[in-house]
């Protein structure tokens, strides 16, 4: 899933960004990696260019900026903004993303939402945890070097103009999110709700404080192992995960917020609840974790909704008798009873079967012959096992669920198109609406003149901004629109149109994958049915 991060910086060396993209750093201190030579060494991989910078570096240009327009140049004033979309390590096996264009694409996501500024863009193949997730940096002078369109994101007139400087505000950044979804749904990239929260909210102290933490305990491991000492702890963890595991040990067992709280007391944690949100206090600290910082899990929403859960649970258990435990009639039949469930082939492993008979046809020889027999009582087996957990008794039912699964990915494409097409039309009239708003200084100016010969002379001063006012007023008359929305009303509908996207393009995803199953199930049934066992038994018999 493509995440989004902003950090924003006061240091006035705009040099060292550019440094810190194209050099080796130490994960943990931040400080450039040095070789033998004492020298910088430049990373392995990465892609990196600049925009609205001219012929001049990327350093130079920013200071040339700010010397020009008088801005940033206090010592607590925020230089610059770094931002990093992360894309999924799955991107890249699975939908084709290259660093390429994850470039290409950081570098739309610049022009588009940070004109008006000087900015490096940077793509890196992998990011700190070594899991292969290409990562673009777009970092933007805060000061903006021409006058630019009002965008959905920005909130005073200041937000547009020449010598002023960016804000990341919370609605910049729900705006700058659901633009990274609209890029990886439009690009085929995996992705999930950046929008809601999410139910273990990691940030980035936490994050590199368990780094430390498990190299720090990596270390003292390393040197126990030599002198022959066993660990007594190899994985570390955090105050925080600490006392996420010690809250979801004490709900699972809870069925009142009363024997909740109590529980968790008996465990040093005390539960308190100001204005509707929960806090949690560890003997260790004076200041209570409050649930937002520890996840979307931990809030009072989502813990009564568990304890009412297991209160029914518990109550339907106490009406229905419990049943008599089976034992197995021997040690043999319980070592049968396992290994059968270890040899059980997984649901998502069942692939089509190969026609061994087509590819010979081809020209293919013994060697594929042999490999595809294999293959084939593998796919078989599994297909068998598949069949028969999911309930089939029949080939016509398993047709009628791959009709029934076919028609439910047909209506939820088309509830995803219909989404969309309203998506676009929202979009399109907030162009119009920010272009026509943004003509309004324009158009007051107008109504003040005095004369005809005044009013003619100011329309022609202001030529273009009357072009565009009146196109988005031939906009409006067509689509019908007697009265304009307010812009943060019409905002809210495309984030709310956005999040509904998401949920169905993720059900989209799943049962798009569910109907393949089911396909590759019927084909491989399908080619059981005409005589694949005889086949198999002649091969065995010919060898």
């Not at 910088?40 to 350093?59: K, M, P, Q, T, W």
């Not at 960016?166 to 633009?179: I, N, Q, S």
């Not at 029914?312 to 049943?323: L, V, Y």
């Amino acid at each position: 899933m493509a995440t989004f991060k902003h950090i924003s910086s006061k240091n006035a060396d705009y040099g060292a960004a550019e440094q810190y993209l194209t050099f080796e750093h130490d994960e943990f201190t931040m400080k450039p990696t040095l070789d033998g030579n004492g020298r910088l060494v430049l990373r392995d991989d990465y892609r990196i260019s600049s925009l609205n910078c001219g012929d001049e570096d990327f350093a130079i240009a920013c200071m040339r900026s700010n010397l020009k327009y008088g801005k940033n140049q206090k010592r607590e004033d925020v230089k610059s903004h770094h931002y990093i979309i992360s894309f999924d390590p799955r991107d890249a096996p699975d939908n084709g993303l290259t660093v390429d264009r994850a470039q290409a694409l950081g570098e739309q996501f610049c022009k588009e939402h940070f004109p008006g500024h000087q900015a490096l863009v940077c793509t890196h193949p992998d990011g700190h945890n070594h899991s292969g997730n290409i990562h673009v940096h777009i970092v933007i002078n805060s000061l903006r070097i021409a006058e630019v369109p009002l965008l959905p994101y920005m909130e005073r007139p200041a937000d547009t103009r020449e010598g002023c400087k960016h804000r990341c505000t919370d609605a910049a950044m729900e705006y700058f999110k659901a633009e990274v979804m609209e890029m990886c749904h439009r690009e085929n990239l995996y992705q999930i709700d950046l929008l809601h929260g999410s139910k273990n909210r990691i940030t980035e102290r936490e994050y590199w404080a368990k780094r430390k933490g498990q190299a720090a305990l990596d270390k003292g491991n390393a040197s126990q192992a030599a002198t022959g000492e066993p660990p007594k702890q190899t994985k570390f963890e955090t105050d925080k995960e600490k006392l996420r595991r010690t809250i979801r040990a004490v709900l699972s067992s809870a069925v009142s917020f009363e024997d909740f709280s109590g529980k968790l007391l008996q465990q040093g944690v005390t539960v308190k609840e100001s204005r509707g949100r929960l806090s949690y206090l560890t003997p260790d600290r004076t200041k209570p974790i409050t649930a937002r910082k520890l996840g979307d899990d931990f809030d009072r929403a989502a813990i009564l909704e568990t304890l009412t859960i297991n209160a029914q649970n518990a109550a339907r258990a106490a009406e229905t008798p419990a049943r008599r435990q089976e034992y197995p009639r021997s040690i043999k039949d319980r070592l049968q009873r396992n290994k059968a469930a270890i040899n059980a082939p997984k649901q998502d492993g069942v692939q089509r079967m190969v026609d061994i008979a087509a590819k010979k046809a081809e020209g293919k020889g013994k060697g594929y012959e042999k490999w595809a027999t294999l293959y084939n009582l593998k796919q078989m087996a599994a297909t068998v096992s598949v069949y028969e957990e999911s309930g089939f008794s029949s080939p016509e039912e398993l047709e009628a669920a791959l009709a029934a699964a076919s028609a439910g990915l047909h209506e939820t494409t088309g509830k995803l198109k219909a989404v969309e097409s309203t998506l676009r039309e929202k979009k399109d009239l907030q162009k119009q609406l920010l272009a026509y708003i943004k003509t309004k200084p324009a158009r007051d100016g107008l109504k003040a003149q005095k004369t005809e010969k005044a009013r003619r002379a100011y329309r022609e001063q202001h030529e273009s901004e009357f072009i565009i006012s009146e196109s988005a007023a031939r906009y409006f008359k067509a689509q019908g629109i007697s009265k304009l929305p307010a812009s943060k009303t019409l905002q809210a509908e495309i984030e709310q149109l956005t999040r509904e996207k998401n949920t169905l393009y993720n059900e989209y995803r799943e049962k798009r994958e569910k109907t393949k199953e089911l396909q590759t199930i019927k084909g491989n049934i399908e080619q059981i049915l005409r005589g694949a066992p005889s086949q198999q038994k002649k091969h065995e018999q010919e060898r």
